[in-house]
């Protein structure tokens, strides 16, 4: 007869847990693993958005379909071009324009279900330009235009009509709104909430 002593017992006791312990171990190591590489794995995978905008100057006829912004990230080579087709038809000057002036208007043009892809009537205004038209009686044009720092622009959406343009820009209260009815165009700017009819 095989008599086992309570010590050994214990000992494969014990030992059982322990090997028990270790496998519970490992797997949770695996699970932990799994749950935090793998949404990391995917993340990177995910498309990162692109943010197209047209824009077309009235004036100068000139016209640019371009990418302005990969995920969150602008487009420096972009947003030269932009600064470009939005030069003051009146100086020739040009002006580094606000990158969330077209992160506006690529969010209007998505809440009125339509194309990004907008005429310009004003974009950069020099302060020189702006002094002479701000100087005409009825211009309703401000001596502190945002134009003049790149952060304004005078548009129509193409497929939206003004009045609806102008509702959008109301709701999103993302800068100044300026409704002008007989020239047809909605001022956007990226300055603080404020609204007037020109």
Same mark, same amino acid.
């Given at each position: ?75 420096? %080579?972009?947003? +030269? ?7 003051? #038809? !009146? =100086?020739?000057?040009? @002006? ?72 959008? %820009?109301?709701? +999103? ?7 002008? #009815? !007989? =020239?047809?165009?909605? @001022? ?11």
């Amino acid at each position: 007869m095989n008599i086992v002593s309570p010590f050994a017992s214990r000992v494969r006791i014990e030992q059982g847990m322990n090997m028990t312990a270790r496998r519970l171990f490992v797997f949770l190591l695996l699970a932990m693993t799994v749950e935090f590489v793998v949404p990391r794995a995917q993340a990177q995978d995910a498309p990162v958005e692109e943010r197209t905008i047209e824009l077309h100057n009235t004036h100068t006829g000139a016209n640019l379909r371009v990418v302005f912004k990969r995920g969150d990230q602008f487009e420096p %080579a972009a947003l +030269a071009q932009l600064s470009k087709i939005l030069v003051d #038809q !009146r =100086s020739g000057e040009t @002006h580094a324009m606000d990158p969330n002036l077209f992160d506006q208007l690529f969010d209007l043009a998505r809440a009125a279900g339509v194309e990004p892809s907008y005429e310009i009537i004003s974009g950069y205004r020099s302060p020189e330009s702006n002094s002479k038209m701000a100087a005409k009686p009825g211009s309703g044009v401000s001596k502190k235009s945002l134009h003049m720092q790149g952060r304004a622009m005078d548009v129509r959406l193409k497929g939206c009509t003004v009045e609806r343009l102008r509702d959008l %820009a109301l709701a +999103a209260k993302r800068g100044g709104v300026g409704y002008y #009815q !007989r =020239s047809q165009f909605v @001022h956007i700017d990226t300055g603080s909430f404020r609204t007037w009819i020109g």
